[in-house]
T-cell receptor, first 114, second 111 residues
Framework: GESVGLHLPTLSVQEGDNSIINCAYS??????FIWYKQESGKGPQFIID?????DKRQGQRVTVLLNKTVKHLSLQIAATQPGDSAVYFC?????????????FGTGTLLAVQP | GAGVSQSPSNKVTEKGKDVELRCDPI?????LYWYRQSLGQGLEFLIY????????KSGLPSDRFSAERTGGSVSTLTIQRTQQEDSAVYLC?????????FGPGTRLTVL
């Protein structure tokens, strides 16, 4: 199955530093991408999304970059805080497609050191 | 506004018993997903419902697992003859235009 049996890669950063979490997506037809944050004991929560007609989108302290040429997505978190410690997942889909099924990446554990 | 809800939040069962996990999606959402997440691991896709289309069952790990969605709303994931390796958090998500909204999950422990 998708994202099965893989232990999560970990990114460890110092509080106040910027974090960059990367994701390679699989379907060149995907045109809508989402980043989720999952805190311990909770379901994943939406952070930010981007459509394929854009290559950058900014939110509050977060920026998503999309490189369609190499099918790469990244999430940048500015001035990382202890509350940012969580697992981060990227997801892709063909919005408006026949099924628009969400496909999730493996996930990255972000550990913020005080 | 109500989000996705799941019940029970925790379920402890004995090996060999059947369990049913329930998901109440956001009203009007046509797509519904079930995922499984073991401790410290990623999201394992189980099944996907979209409107009246046949469900995508490609992620179900064995024929002990089944799911249905009644009336295009509530979904039930059933695990028959549970095994210890079924212990995990089972997450449900619903969506309308692509962005999935997740429930809090059901933590299943098989003794």
């Amino acid at each position: 199955g998708e994202s099965v049996g893989l232990h999560l890669p970990t990114l460890s950063v110092q509080e106040g530093d910027n974090s960059i979490i990367n994701c390679a997506y699989s379907n060149s037809a995907s045109d809508y991408f989402i980043w989720y944050k999952q805190e311990s004991g909770k379901g994943p929560q939406f952070i930010i999304d981007i459509r394929s007609n854009m290559d950058k989108r900014q939110g509050q302290r977060v920026t998503v970059l999309l490189n369609k040429t190499v099918k790469h997505l990244s999430l940048q978190i500015a001035a990382t805080q202890p509350g940012d410690s969580a697992v981060y997942f990227c997801a892709e889909t063909v919005a408006g497609g026949a099924t628009n099924k969400l496909i999730f990446g493996t996930g990255t554990l972000l550990a913020v050191q005080p | 506004g109500a989000g996705v809800s799941q019940s029970p939040s925790n379920k402890v069962t004995e090996k060999g018993k059947d369990v049913e996990l329930r998901c109440d999606p956001i009203s009007g959402h046509t797509a519904l997903y079930w995922y499984r997440q073991s401790l410290g691991q990623g999201l394992e896709f189980l099944i996907y419902f979209q409107g009246n289309s046949a469900p995508d069952k490609s992620g179900l790990p064995s024929d002990r697992f089944s799911a249905e969605r009644t009336g295009g709303s509530v979904s039930t994931l059933t695990i028959q003859r549970t095994q210890q390796e079924d212990s995990a958090v089972y997450l449900c998500a619903s969506s309308l235009y692509g962005q999935g909204f997740f429930g809090p999950g059901t933590r299943l422990t098989v003794l």
